[in-house]
């Protein structure tokens, strides 16, 4: 892309960064300097939300190619301006994978990301900046660590470095996979970001009675609900959502036939099998088959974590988002198979999934914790625990 191209692409994702950017700053004035970053934090978790969400719907619309080449289209900073080489493409091929339309999906996906970056960079520069004032002032207290900021930045990165290779590669679905779970991670990253921020602008001294295991518990439904999400990222990048269209069976059986080796194959071409020919039925159904069965452990999983974590008081809301979420789930997963993919319906377990991430996300990060005194006392004798734990309070005071 020519220099004024990239300039104009640039201001296109600092354009649409600003507005809520510029909401945050002439919203009511803050008793804290903490409290634009805070809010700004939330306001990039929504934004970011968003961005997964209308990503699955560049996906599943097939737009993922309506621009060949990145970051522009076609060299350009906007489909309008490469207006002429998008028509030239779709007469040369209708039915194929560049349109009008499907180039105005994909870069709007693309400025929104942008925009993701852009609310990210102002987000270290003012964790810098507060934290820059706390060491010169002792009485301010740094909202968060700039690093954090940091490595959000670091992520984003990242992230755009796969989305960039999910176009240059041709829609390779390893490409698309690690682009969507790098989307997902980034979410549950801002999310800690910004409870983090929240937790340092509240003082909590009330102490939380835990539930045995329920720590370990969280983690571990936290940790199969990614790897669902990366089977069902790779359930879409490979199109085998219909290769199973009823339920419960999988074409009028229990077990279907099914070729696993050809259909995990990480790197291989986009519809191609390991040595190269086209992608077999039974390959297909082999993705299909696990993220639909896998789901069964997840939503185990889920429940009985939603059974022992509505007993702790400030999880009540996060349990109940878990089990509409988790109903939601279900429901637009059958819909899907039965009704043959609609795109609502695949949206909406786009979204699902990205909402599971964020709530199970938000439940460990808030699951009980000892405060800093307790777990000074206990690692006390009884002798000497009182006295350290005056010590303490007095230092902490």
């Excluded at 900073?77 to 007469?91: F, V």
């Amino acid at each position: 892309m020519h220099g004024f191209d990239l300039l104009l692409l640039a201001f296109k994702g600092i354009a649409i960064a600003s507005l809520p950017i510029a909401l945050v700053w002439v919203g009511r004035a803050p008793k804290q300097g903490g409290d634009r970053l805070r809010r700004l934090a939330w306001v990039t978790v929504f934004i970011t939300f968003d961005l997964i969400v209308f990503g699955g719907f560049t996906r599943l619309t097939d737009s993922g190619l309506g621009c060949p080449d990145w970051p522009g289209c076609y060299a350009k900073a906007n489909p309008l301006m490469a207006s002429q080489d998008i028509r030239s493409a779709e007469t040369a091929m209708p039915s194929g994978p560049v349109s009008m339309a499907k180039a105005w999906i994909e870069m709007i996906h693309r400025y929104l990301a942008m925009a993701v970056g852009v609310l990210i960079v102002t987000m270290l520069v003012l964790s810098i900046r507060r934290a820059w004032k706390a060491r010169r002032d002792a009485s301010v207290r740094a909202p968060a660590e700039p690093w954090l900021a940091g490595s959000l930045l670091g992520l984003v990165i990242l992230q755009g470095a796969f989305g960039a290779w999910t176009v240059t590669q041709k829609l390779q679905p390893i490409f698309v996979s690690t682009h969507l779970l790098l989307g997902m991670g980034l979410l549950g990253f801002l999310i800690l970001h910004a409870l983090r921020l929240d937790d340092r602008a509240s003082v909590q001294t009330a102490s939380v009675h835990a539930v045995p295991g329920l720590r370990v518990l969280a983690a571990s439904a936290l940790a199969v609900l990614i790897l669902q999400i990366g089977l069902g990222g790779w359930v879409s990048a490979n199109y085998a959502v219909l290769a199973c269209s009823e339920f419960p069976k999988c074409q009028g059986v229990w077990l279907p036939e099914m070729d696993f080796a050809n259909g995990f194959h990480l790197w291989r071409e986009l519809g191609k099998s390991a040595d190269g020919g086209y992608l077999s039925v039974a390959a297909l159904t082999a993705i299909h088959w696990v993220h639909r069965n896998f789901a069964w452990a997840v939503a185990v999983l889920l429940v009985l974590l939603g059974a022992r974590a509505r007993k702790v008081d400030r999880l009540a809301r996060p349990v109940a988002v878990l089990w509409v979420l988790l109903v939601g789930q279900f429901v637009t997963g059958l819909v899907n198979v039965i009704f043959a993919w609609p795109l609502v319906a695949a949206v909406l377990h786009n979204a699902g999934a990205a909402g599971l991430l964020a709530t199970l996300v938000v439940i460990n990060y808030r699951l009980p914790r000892k405060s800093p005194i307790a777990r000074f006392a206990d690692s006390r004798s009884p002798v000497e625990g009182p006295a350290s734990m005056s010590a303490l309070r007095r230092t902490a005071g």
